[in-house]
């Protein structure tokens, strides 16, 4: 299996997986600064010039939240999925797409445009774009993490390694400083081996 990407990015969530599973893996760096994932080498591998790219075998994933799935699969004796027909596995399926359509565009650009950008290339429009999706995805978690250690019950799934990678942009850039459930359960896949090895 062969991983390229770049550091921050999506690529952590998949990174993340393969620690959590133990899984072998190869790692190429795509030096996003210099536009390397614009190249055509890289477009042949991602026609949108995105990173990350997975692939296991002759099987390319460009949509980070798919690898994390297949990955889950591929190793079930690690039992990062719930069993299949289970209401954990209905929360499972839930919280991995909403993670990928909703989460993640609220996190990433408020990350982005708080956090990451310098200051000059930061716009509060874009902040404010995003606030309301993002409280409200906030306040979600917060309801379902009432009293369950973990997204999918009180064992940790997939489905923390999606949803936890934009949490903690969402935290970062400060959106869950009053949002106690999000908070300790942060701490708790932060405390996580697997994530203090791609985190450091
Ligand atoms: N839905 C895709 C999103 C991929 C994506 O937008 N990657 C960002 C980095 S996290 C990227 O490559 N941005 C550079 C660009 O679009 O030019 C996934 O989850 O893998």
Not at 52 to 69: H, N, Q, T
Not at 89 to 101: D, K, P
Not at 115 to 128: G, H, K, T, W, Y
Request: glycine share 8%.
């Amino acid at each position: 299996m062969r991983l390229y990407g770049f550091p921050g990015t999506r690529t952590f969530r998949i990174r993340w997986m393969l620690e959590e599973l133990g899984a072998p893996y190869e790692y190429e760096h795509v030096e996003v600064t210099k536009g390397a994932h614009k190249q055509p080498a890289h477009l042949e591998l991602h026609p949108h010039g995105r990173v990350p790219v997975f692939e296991d075998g002759d099987l390319r994933f460009i949509e980070s939240c798919a690898a994390v799935l297949h990955l889950a699969d591929k190793y079930p004796e690690q039992k990062l999925a719930p069993a299949v027909g289970s209401r954990e596995r209905g929360l499972y399926y839930q919280f991995i797409v909403y993670a990928a359509s909703t989460l993640d565009d609220a996190a990433v650009q408020t990350y982005f445009h708080k956090v990451l950008l310098p200051v000059e290339r930061r716009s509060n429009d874009v902040v404010e774009k995003h606030a309301p999706t993002l409280a409200t995805a906030i306040s979600l978690l917060e309801r379902a993490l009432q009293g369950s250690s973990y997204l999918c019950g009180d064992a940790f799934t997939a489905a923390d390694v999606a949803v936890g990678y934009a949490l903690n942009l969402a935290d970062q850039a400060g959106a869950l400083d009053t949002a106690d459930n999000s908070k300790a359960y942060m701490a708790r896949l932060r405390a996580r081996p697997a994530y203090g090895r791609v985190y450091g």
